[in-house]
């Protein structure tokens, strides 16, 4: 990045103020009075009247249509981790919750700590859409405990919206929740006695997967 720009970029000052700012002396790059159209390189240290000036971290987020048999994880323990698929410039981003090995569909990953933090933490009551197949027909007794009433869990309620994605079809289901404890949805319905074959997410907040491949990688912010 020229000199100037990273002036503008870490500083208040425009692009022309930053090129005064260095015509005057008031600029030093390691020390040394820098010349108008010099580049700035990763590692040198600018300063501005004195002091280091740096500009903002940039921030990513991506989407990932995260396939079945992957682990979220840096270690995969033996098993294919979520990092396999991603180019090496997005290596650094961490996950925003979780989906366990079985389960497909919306991932985040971002290198925003706040945006993590509204995504997860259960006072922002983010909702999150799964679509899931069960390996028998739901009963209407237990759709009704566990969107009425709900499922006492080791750890804690489990309450679900629950929606038939085709009408007359018993066994595969809309599922909305605010949650995002550990293997929630699957859980819910082992408690009861069934198995849930098929967990794909299509929604996280405000963000679908629709439109997104399996594997493809959607960036969402870069600032």
């Not at 919306?106 to 909702?127: R, V």
């Not at 082992?190 to 996280?204: C, D, I, K």
Request: glycine share 8%; net charge positive; hydrophobic share 35%.
């Amino acid at each position: 990045m020229r000199i100037n720009r990273y002036i503008a970029a870490s500083t208040s000052l425009s692009r022309r103020a930053a090129d005064q700012a260095i015509a005057a002396a008031r600029v030093r790059v390691n020390g040394n009075i820098p010349s108008t159209g010099q580049s700035v390189a990763d590692g040198d240290e600018v300063t501005l009247d004195g002091q280091v000036v740096q500009p903002p971290v940039e921030s990513q987020t991506i989407m990932l249509n995260k396939p079945v048999g992957y682990v979220v994880s840096r270690d995969g323990q033996g098993s294919p981790t979520i990092y396999e698929l991603l180019p090496a410039v997005y290596q650094h981003l961490n996950p925003v919750g979780r989906l366990d090995k079985n389960s497909s569909g919306l991932l985040l990953l971002t290198s925003d700590g706040k945006l993590a933090q509204e995504l997860t933490h259960p006072s922002y009551k983010k909702e999150k859409v799964y679509e899931i197949a069960l390996h028998k027909p739901l009963e209407p007794l237990h759709r009704q405990m566990i969107s009425d009433h709900g499922i006492k869990l080791d750890d804690g309620v489990s309450q679900l919206q629950l929606e038939r994605l085709t009408e007359g079809d018993d066994k595969q289901w809309r599922v909305r929740m605010h949650e995002g404890r550990n293997r929630q949805i699957r859980r819910t319905f082992n408690s009861l006695g069934y198995e849930v074959l098929t967990l794909h997410r299509t929604q996280f907040g405000e963000y679908s997967l629709k439109g997104i491949a399996p594997q493809e990688i959607k960036l969402l912010k870069h600032s």
